[in-house]
């Protein structure tokens, strides 16, 4: 079965679909128990939702032992863009930037002074990059974040006072 162009994930499928992109290969019951780690969910609901997965197309099923065992069939990547952009449009209106401002302002996921950094860096070379237009320059990750960063030079043209990191290219934090 191959997979659909777009996906339309429910909040349950992302859960399930992070921990395979996580591991990769994972059984019902690996997923199970990793779900059960932070909800109360019970075996055959993770079975039936895994089950409705494969039909969808969004993950994929090796059947060929009696134990089954799942991957993902979609791209992480292209899942997180396709879904960021659904977001942005559907609920910031379009803009990227209150997308932005809103992530980097939340009380519950303050972003550490390393990603801070990191955005600051990415903004400046967005600024400041005339070259080969909507080709973004790559990211290094860190840890076991896999976080994408705005896309689009839109960003860098925020006034000062909306940007929680302080003036870019200043060095002033």
């Known amino acids: 079965m191959s997979a659909p162009r777009l996906i339309k994930p429910t ?3 992302l859960e ?3 921990i395979l992109w996580t591991k990769g290969l994972a059984t019902v019951r690996e997923v199970h128990e990793e779900l059960a780690q932070t909800k109360d969910v019970g075996y055959t609901t993770t079975l039936k939702l895994m089950q409705i997965m ?3 197309g969004i993950v994929k099923r090796d059947d060929s032992m009696r134990t089954h065992v799942y991957q993902s069939a979609v791209n992480k990547e292209k899942t997180q863009k396709h879904l960021l952009s659904r977001m942005i449009d559907n609920l910031f209106g379009g803009s990227p930037t209150q997308l932005v401002i809103q992530a980097l302002g939340d009380e519950k996921h303050k972003a550490s002074p390393e990603e801070l950094e990191r955005s600051r860096h990415y903004l400046t070379v967005l600024k400041n990059k005339t070259d080969e237009p909507g080709q973004l320059p790559a990211i290094p990750r860190m840890g076991n974040h896999q976080q994408s960063m705005a896309t689009g030079p839109f960003v860098a043209d925020l006034p000062d006072c909306y940007l ?4 870019m290219g200043s ?3």
């Not at 929680?164 to 003036?167: A, D, I, L």
């Open 11 to 13: 909040e349950s499928e």
């Open 54 to 56: 494969h039909e969808k």
């Open 164 to 167: 929680p990191f302080g003036k």
């Open 171 to 173: 060095g002033i934090p």
């Open 16 to 18: 399930i679909l992070q």
